[in-house]
Antibody, heavy 120, light 108 residues
Framework: EVQLLESGGGFVQPGGSLRLSCAASGFTFSTYAMSWVRQAPGKGLEWISSISDNGGSTYSADSVKGRFTISRDNSKNTLYLQMNSLRAEDTAVYYC?????????????WGQGTLVTVSS | QSVLTQPPSASGTPGQRVTISCSGS????????VNWYQQLPGTAPKLLIY???QRPSGVPDRFSGSKSGTSASLAISGLQSEDEADYYC?????????FGTGTKVTVL
């Protein structure tokens, strides 16, 4: 059974940093691109970043470019999101998402999400 | 900000057919396939339709998708109370993924 378990969320002040993790199991993690998607309270979904299966290619939304870094450790079956220079508008539930095979963005499995709150 | 536009809300009575539109452009829907997600209250999104009109296993055939030009649609026929949720379209746009603005479906 595919499982994605996010962790690392919490409360942080503006300008601070957090690192999110997503532990994957139930599939061959190293053969799938992976992504992070977030959802601000009461708002819609926002794709923020994706990484190729071997970590060699990454893509990010303009809203987080230069502040957030996606990475992965295939030996640990874990996806990461390093978030720096956090702003109030980064407050959201952060989901990691796995795509269907042979795709980047058809997300057939999602984690339960981890809440990040940025506030002074 | 999203580049795929959806109506904020839609509604129907049980058994009715509800349609949700998703309007994009030549760089996203016009040149790539569309996926749809259902998000029940307090839960993670679920893939409902992929490649414009394909249903993952387990998704009832009451849900159907279509695409024409730079727009796509999701139809729910035989609306049921458990279909009350938020629905999002999504498409690839120049190596990036974009989601629609979302539509809240209410079952009256």
């Amino acid at each position: 059974e595919v499982q994605l378990l996010e962790s690392g969320g919490g409360f942080v002040q503006p300008g601070g940093s957090l690192r999110l993790s997503c532990a994957a199991s139930g599939f061959t993690f190293s053969t799938y691109a992976m992504s992070w998607v977030r959802q601000a309270p009461g708002k819609g979904l926002e794709w923020i970043s994706s990484i190729s299966d071997n970590g060699g290619s990454t893509y990010s939304a303009d809203s987080v470019k230069g502040r957030f870094t996606i990475s992965r450790d295939n030996s640990k079956n874990t996806l990461y999101l390093q978030m720096n220079s956090l702003r109030a508008e980064d407050t959201a539930v952060y989901y990691c998402a796995k795509p269907m095979s042979s795709s980047w963005y058809r997300f057939d499995y999602w984690g339960q999400g981890t809440l990040v709150t940025v506030s002074s | 900000q999203s580049v795929l536009t959806q109506p904020p809300s839609a509604s129907g009575t049980p058994g009715q057919r509800v349609t949700i539109s998703c309007s994009g452009s030549s760089s996203n829907i016009g040149s790539n396939t569309v996926n749809w997600y259902q998000q029940l209250p307090g839960t993670a999104p679920k893939l409902l339709i992929y490649k414009n009109n394909q249903r993952p296993s387990g998704v009832p055939d009451r849900f159907s998708g279509s695409k024409s030009g730079t727009s796509a649609s999701l139809a729910i026929s035989g609306l049921q109370s458990e279909d009350e949720a938020d629905y999002y379209c999504a498409a690839w746009d120049d190596n990036l993924n974009v989601f629609g603005t979302g539509t809240k479906v209410t079952v009256l």
